[in-house]
């Protein structure tokens, strides 16, 4: 069985909704992240760069980087767009997530949640860039439903992860309306859900 | 005619070099960030991100996200492997470009270059994360000619592009053989050149 190596709380979770959207039987594998489990020689295998989640397809196949497990489950399916133009800009907003987005909202977050640090020297500059992002999503969302096309894709999914997290972070949503409204669509999903624990 | 919006020694460089290697016809149109022509609110309609580059094609519409204009360009060329597993690890390297490898080299490199601060206290902290992204290139070629597959893919583009410039933030590349010597192998291809000045 497919097997996603994960911790909860972190980018595990878009691969996560996504295998639940799809249907997909898969197991879930506890990474202990606090006991440096994913720098240990059996998890660098799996994932020579450490990061988790990685995904073990049944022939022992691996595959990291959450977005590329997103696309490798999603091909096939409607969440990657039929058209050429609107299948890049999905992708263009899954880079968006990685570069811009999770390198603000969620190192606030955890500075803030998990390392209790609320002082952080860091958190201004994290917190002014984490709401360029959100502005640039909101004006996005002003007039759509969706990132790309008319129903949810990838890139719904990439970025509702640390999103909707945000306010742990120090974001307060209300101030982006559309964002909200946004977030409650991908709630009626049946994929998007939050991760056990452990 | 497609447009590429650029500044040469950033992001741009991988888009240019494919454009090239495919032989599409484009036009160079130089953005000035030094007087923050990215940040105009005639780029910003380009790319509301105000990063560059983005991609204006014939018609009208733009891309943004160098990786995302890789793959609209590549789409339906040997620069996409066929196998399913393969696209996704290439996309996978891909991913792995935009999160760990030029958050640090090409940032590194930003600081030392352009900002002329060697004595910058984030250097050692880039330089030990370029080090590690580094480490998991050469052990990844150790054995292959390429990221993906057998020949050049979009992973090749997107991780020549920083790496190949890695000397500049102060990495020494001669302690990374395999990472050599695909440099040049990259280097014999048709598209693999540099950007001009202006």
């Known amino acids: 069985m497919i097997q996603l190596y994960y911790h909860p709380g972190n980018a595990s979770l ?3 909704m996504l295998l639940e959207e799809i ?19 059996a998890y660098l295998k799996l994932n020579p760069n450490g990061k988790v989640p990685v995904v073990q397809l049944e022939d022992g196949s691996t595959l990291a980087e959450s ?8 091909e096939g399916s409607a969440l990657i767009p039929d058209d050429r133009l609107q299948r890049a800009r999905m992708l263009q907003w899954m880079f968006f997530e990685q570069y811009t987005h999770e390198p603000a909202i969620a190192v606030a977050r955890f500075i803030r949640v ?48 640390y999103t909707h997290r945000a306010p742990g972070g120090g974001f307060d949503l209300a101030a982006y309306p559309a964002i909200g409204r946004w977030l409650d669509r991908c709630r009626t999903e ?4 939050e991760m056990p624990a452990k």
Chains 1, 2 share one sequence.
């Open 67 to 74: 977005n590329a497990i997103l696309w490798y489950f999603g």
């Open 114 to 161: 998990f390392l209790q640090r609320d002082d952080d020297p860091r958190l201004p500059d994290l917190l002014a860039r984490g709401q360029r992002a959100l502005t640039v999503m909101e004006q996005h969302l002003a007039d759509r439903a969706f990132f790309v096309g008319d129903h949810l894709s990838l890139a719904d999914l990439a970025l509702f992860a």
């Open 190 to 193: 049946p994929g998007v859900t």
């Open 14 to 16: 878009a691969p996560h």
């Open 23 to 41: 249907g997909a039987p898969f197991e879930l594998v506890f990474v202990d992240r606090a006991n440096a489990a994913h720098k240990s020689p």
